[in-house]
């Protein structure tokens, strides 16, 4: 039987002491990243987990799988993570969730701290893609399916069609009469943003059409305060036809600032968002957005990753339909 790597087998290996090792695993800030990469890396090259993992000391599975979300107060979120926690407990599983609040060292110590934890697989809403080769190292074997963008095709994941999605959405809009269409919101630096965008942008060319984009700064921290600003500032006029926000949370501070400038939506403003939130069917609301069919991204992604558990190493890519569902927040323009 082979034995147990210890903390001094990954503090020779990473050429660092067992403090250092120690303090890593403790995530001290005080430690480089550098030096916090190599001591993971070792970790996962010697298969080393803390002594407190129950499957590392029974040898068995756990029934727990790990959860990353880049922010669990977006109803986008919350709604996917309530769906895989429903889908996980119907096959005899557990959930932990971890919040990374949009920050690349959370969201690797989420995952560091759920391999610690032995959790039998985890499933990550990543935050950019410049973080999977860390993922990788931290991962080692431990099953993980990915959802969203954020992902390399170097593993498995779940999403559903941005570009299809804004490109059907903006036509909609098109077909409505209107031809200055704004896209609002989204960091620079977002993939997700990135593929919207793209088929925003397509469905405009073909129609003869340029549009307009207002992203969000990259280094905002608040951006639904960020939202309701740029909004407010937006709706002073001159008003566009029609703003395509990046978000429904997005789309929902347009309506808050619209209202309070006096701003009718849709007849002066159609207003189109995208993710199909709880919020979105309220009433007083009716938000015409785009369904991602979070529920059935989130029961894909528990199934993918129990395939893995149970021995599967296939690479699988799911790539879903959205649907636009249309509401009350879009009209035509007037001749």
């Known amino acids: 039987m082979k034995k147990r790597a210890t903390i001094k087998d990954v503090a020779a290996l990473a050429g660092v002491s067992a403090a250092t090792v120690s303090r890593v695993l403790d995530d001290r800030p005080e430690i480089s990243t550098e030096t916090k990469m190599k001591v993971r890396a070792a970790c996962a090259q010697l298969g ?20 990353v979300v880049p922010d669990i107060s977006n109803p986008y979120f919350s709604g996917m993570a309530t769906a895989i926690e429903q889908t996980a407990a119907s096959h005899g599983y557990r959930v932990f969730l971890s919040n990374s609040l949009r920050k690349e060292e959370r969201e690797l110590q989420a995952i560091e701290n759920f ?9 990550i ?13 931290i991962l080692g074997n431990l099953p993980c399916v990915y959802l969203g963008a954020n992902h390399d095709t170097d593993c498995s994941y779940v999403m559903t069609d941005n570009e299809a999605g804004a490109y059907d959405a903006a036509r909609y809009l098109i077909r409505l009469g209107h ?3 704004l896209f609002l919101g989204g960091r620079p630096t977002s993939r997700t943003r990135e593929q919207r ?5 397509r469905a405009l060319s073909e129609a003869g059409l340029k549009g307009r984009e207002l992203p969000a700064p990259p280094d905002v921290t608040l951006m639904r305060q960020w939202s309701y600003e740029a909004a407010s500032e937006l709706l002073k006029g001159p008003l566009p036809d029609a703003i395509f926000a990046f978000s429904d949370m997005t789309a929902l501070k347009v309506l808050e600032a619209a209202e309070e400038r006096g701003i009718r939506i849709p007849e002066d403003v159609s207003l189109l968002g995208y993710d199909n939130i709880a919020f979105a069917a309220l009433p007083r609301i ?5 369904s991602q069919h979070k529920f059935q991204q989130s029961r894909i992604a528990v199934e993918r990753l129990l395939e893995k558990i149970n021995g599967s ?4 890519a799911d790539l879903l339909e959205p649907e636009l569902i249309i509401r009350s927040t879009c009209a035509r323009k007037p001749s």
């Open 125 to 137: 809403i990543p935050i950019s893609p410049r973080t999977l080769s860390h993922h990788h190292v």
């Open 48 to 67: 080393y987990v803390p002594n407190a993992a129950a499957r590392g000391l029974t040898g068995q599975a756990t029934h727990t799988i790990g959860l």
């Open 115 to 123: 391999a610690a934890r032995q959790v039998d697989g985890i499933l």
């Open 179 to 181: 031809r200055d269409i």
């Open 197 to 201: 965008i793209h088929g925003f942008h």
């Open 286 to 290: 009716h938000l015409t957005t785009v």
């Open 313 to 316: 190493d296939e690479l699988t």
